[in-house]
């Protein structure tokens, strides 16, 4: 099987997206920018004006993840400022800005990310900030809980775990009821989300690098966790191994795990010669649970996404996109991928940044042979 890439759209912002969440009912696209909270409106044809994105909110400073709690008519969000938003969905056709209805200090660092339960009960946010621990450099362990889970609806803290910081990735399962984080040196971590019981903890080295020369420190860790469709295995993201923590040329890599298993055990993971260099951002299932993407940035290769056969493992498609990926999210039916990024981050011009942010879409097919 092999699924071929068209890029369909390619809209700017002005400022990069770290997050993206997409509402198809109303054919509108929030997204979770370095200057606040945007919509877009993207018709169906794709042949007439641009579509304009309009800020519709902020946070006092980049905004790292969106959701849509559509049991509420809400729009959630963290931010690096340490907070949780909530905002209504259902202003007067007047209002420019959403109102907001929540505000709540959640940690005292940054959120790094963000997540919300598919039956829209649950709020998973990470934290924490890399502090050397030792003179090996090992991390700071954090004095406040790095793992947070909260009630959507309430915003109220339900359950508050420890990780090593950074924790810089969080993913809830399809069935709300697992959590996963995973962080700066490999950790990776599941809960039971009604109890926030653990049910596993391990490390994997494949993705944190010492730096040798240039920077001693540690870098790279895991930046996108994912459960697998039945909510048996767990995938991990990042950028591979390397010697100068400032070249970025680490191997794009995903692995994968049983963590059910006692040991946890590593069943897959991709394959050398089939990626390139770059740290890998984002990791996402489509609906029908058959092919999965990996995308992130390129330093080296022949792509920044990837499409993987769910089964095997196996490369089946790629696009090399000009632009770091920072979300990938899938349509209802499968046809539809959606980007979101920035590309670079020119001088300002007359006290102004040039537009830098990014939204692409792109259709998945399959060559009919």
Request: net charge negative; hydrophobic share 35%; glycine share 10%.
């Given at each position: 099987?092999s699924i071929?890439?068209t890029?369909t759209?390619?809209?700017?912002?002005?400022?990069?997206?770290?997050?993206i969440?997409v509402?198809?009912?109303?054919g509108?696209v929030?997204?979770?920018?370095m200057d606040?909270?945007?919509r877009c409106?993207?018709?169906?044809?794709t042949?007439?004006?641009?579509p304009?994105?309009?800020?519709?909110?902020?946070?006092?400073?980049?905004?790292?993840?969106?959701?849509?709690?559509?049991?509420?008519?809400?729009?959630?969000?963290?931010?690096?400022?340490?907070?949780?938003?909530?905002?209504?969905?259902?202003?007067?056709?007047?209002?420019?800005?959403?109102?907001?209805?929540?505000e709540?200090?959640?940690h005292?660092?940054?959120?790094?990310?963000?997540a919300?339960s598919?039956?829209?009960?649950?709020?998973?946010?990470?934290?924490?900030?890399?502090l050397?621990?030792?003179?090996?450099?090992?991390p700071?362990?954090?004095?406040?809980?790095?793992?947070?889970?909260?009630?959507?609806?309430?915003?109220?803290?339900v359950?508050?775990?420890?990780?090593l910081?950074?924790?810089?990735?969080?993913?809830?399962d399809?069935?709300?009821r697992f959590?996963?984080?995973?962080?700066?040196?490999?950790?990776?971590?599941?809960?039971e989300?009604?109890?926030?019981?653990?049910?596993a903890?391990?490390r994997?080295?494949?993705?944190?690098?010492?730096?040798?020369i240039?920077?001693?420190?540690?870098?790279g860790?895991?930046?996108?966790?994912?459960?697998s469709?039945?909510?048996?295995t767990l995938y991990?993201a990042?950028m591979?191994?390397?010697v100068?923590?400032?070249?970025?040329?680490?191997?794009?890599?995903?692995?994968?795990?049983?963590?059910?298993?006692?040991?946890?055990e590593?069943?897959?993971?991709?394959?050398?010669?089939?990626?390139g260099e770059?740290?890998?951002?984002?990791?996402?299932?489509n609906?029908?649970?058959?092919?999965?993407?990996?995308?992130?940035r390129?330093?080296?290769?022949?792509?920044?996404?990837g499409?993987?056969?769910?089964k095997?493992?196996e490369?089946?498609?790629q696009?090399?996109?000009?632009?770091?990926i920072?979300?990938?999210?899938?349509?209802?039916?499968?046809?539809?991928?959606?980007?979101?990024?920035m590309?670079?981050?020119?001088?300002?011009?007359?006290?102004?940044?040039?537009?830098?942010?990014y939204?692409?879409?792109?259709?998945?097919?399959?060559?009919?042979?």
């Amino acid at each position: 099987m092999s699924i071929e890439l068209t890029r369909t759209r390619r809209i700017q912002f002005p400022m990069g997206i770290l997050d993206i969440a997409v509402e198809e009912d109303s054919g509108s696209v929030f997204t979770a920018c370095m200057d606040g909270i945007y919509r877009c409106e993207i018709p169906v044809e794709t042949d007439g004006p641009k579509p304009k994105p309009i800020r519709i909110g902020s946070h006092a400073s980049y905004v790292s993840s969106i959701a849509i709690r559509k049991s509420s008519k809400s729009l959630i969000t963290a931010a690096y400022d340490g907070t949780l938003h909530v905002r209504s969905m259902d202003p007067s056709p007047s209002q420019t800005e959403l109102p907001l209805s929540l505000e709540k200090k959640i940690h005292p660092f940054w959120s790094w990310d963000m997540a919300m339960s598919p039956d829209e009960k649950w709020v998973a946010s990470v934290t924490g900030q890399y502090l050397a621990g030792s003179e090996k450099y090992e991390p700071l362990p954090s004095e406040e809980p790095t793992v947070r889970v909260f009630d959507a609806a309430t915003g109220e803290t339900v359950h508050a775990m420890h990780m090593l910081p950074s924790v810089q990735c969080v993913a809830i399962d399809a069935s709300s009821r697992f959590v996963a984080a995973g962080n700066l040196m490999g950790d990776l971590a599941v809960w039971e989300l009604t109890t926030g019981k653990e049910l596993a903890r391990w490390r994997t080295p494949a993705f944190s690098s010492w730096g040798v020369i240039k920077s001693h420190c540690y870098i790279g860790g895991i930046y996108a966790v994912s459960f697998s469709p039945d909510s048996e295995t767990l995938y991990a993201a990042g950028m591979g191994e390397m010697v100068d923590p400032m070249a970025g040329n680490g191997k794009q890599r995903w692995q994968k795990f049983a963590w059910r298993a006692n040991p946890v055990e590593k069943v897959a993971e991709s394959k050398d010669d089939q990626t390139g260099e770059g740290l890998m951002e984002t990791l996402a299932w489509n609906p029908q649970g058959h092919l999965f993407v990996m995308a992130g940035r390129l330093r080296g290769g022949n792509w920044n996404l990837g499409v993987f056969d769910g089964k095997s493992g196996e490369l089946i498609g790629q696009a090399k996109t000009g632009m770091r990926i920072t979300q990938a999210r899938f349509s209802r039916d499968g046809a539809t991928l959606y980007l979101a990024g920035m590309q670079g981050q020119p001088q300002p011009k007359d006290g102004k940044f040039p537009d830098f942010g990014y939204l692409e879409t792109y259709a998945l097919k399959q060559p009919v042979t």
